[in-house]
C-alpha cells in the first residue's frame, strides 16, 4: 500500500496562489490501482468535489470550476503531484485532499470533475483558506 501526504496549503487573499504537493511513499503508479491521481476539496457542511486528475499518461481534467486557473502536474519520478492554484477566490475555502485510484476514476468525469467514490488511496488532507 502507497500513503499520500498531502502539504502546501495555507491562508492567501483573493487573487492569491498557493501550490499543494501530494507525495507518495512510493512511486505512485507502481499498481493498477492507483494510475488515476486526483485532487479533491470539502468545504465545511458540503460534499466532498473533485478538482483535477491526472493519468499515468499525463492526460489532465478539470473542473469547470477552477479550469484556467488550476493546474496538476507531477514530478518525473511519479513520487509526488503538485496542483497550482491561482487566483484563488474565497469559494476556494476548503480542505484539499488528493487520492489515486484505477485507470477508470480518470474517465468518469461529470463537467469535468472526477468521482471521489472511484478512488481508494487518501491522504489525510490540508487546508486552504483565501480571504476576501
Known amino acids: 500500500q502507497v500513503q499520500l501526504v498531502e502539504s502546501g496549503g495555507g491562508s492567501v487573499q483573493t487573487g492569491g496562489s498557493l501550490r499543494l504537493s501530494c507525495a507518495a511513499s512510493?512511486?505512485?503508479?507502481?499498481?493498477?490501482?492507483?494510475?488515476?491521481v486526483g485532487w479533491f476539496r470539502q468545504a465545511t457542511g458540503m460534499e466532498r468535489e473533485g478538482v483535477s486528475s491526472i493519468y499515468i499518461n499525463g492526460s489532465t481534467t478539470y473542473a469547470d470550476s477552477v479550469k484556467g486557473r488550476f493546474t496538476i502536474s507531477r514530478d518525473n519520478a511519479g513520487n509526488t503531484v503538485y496542483l497550482q492554484m491561482n487566483n484563488l477566490k474565497p469559494e476556494d475555502t476548503a480542505m484539499y485532499y488528493c487520492a489515486a485510484g484505477p485507470s477508470m476514476a480518470c474517465r468518469r468525469t461529470i463537467n469535468g470533475a472526477v468521482n471521489a467514490a472511484d478512488f481508494g488511496t487518501w491522504g489525510q488532507g490540508t487546508q486552504v483558506t483565501v480571504s476576501s
Open positions: 512510493r512511486y505512485i503508479y507502481s499498481s493498477a490501482s492507483r494510475y488515476c
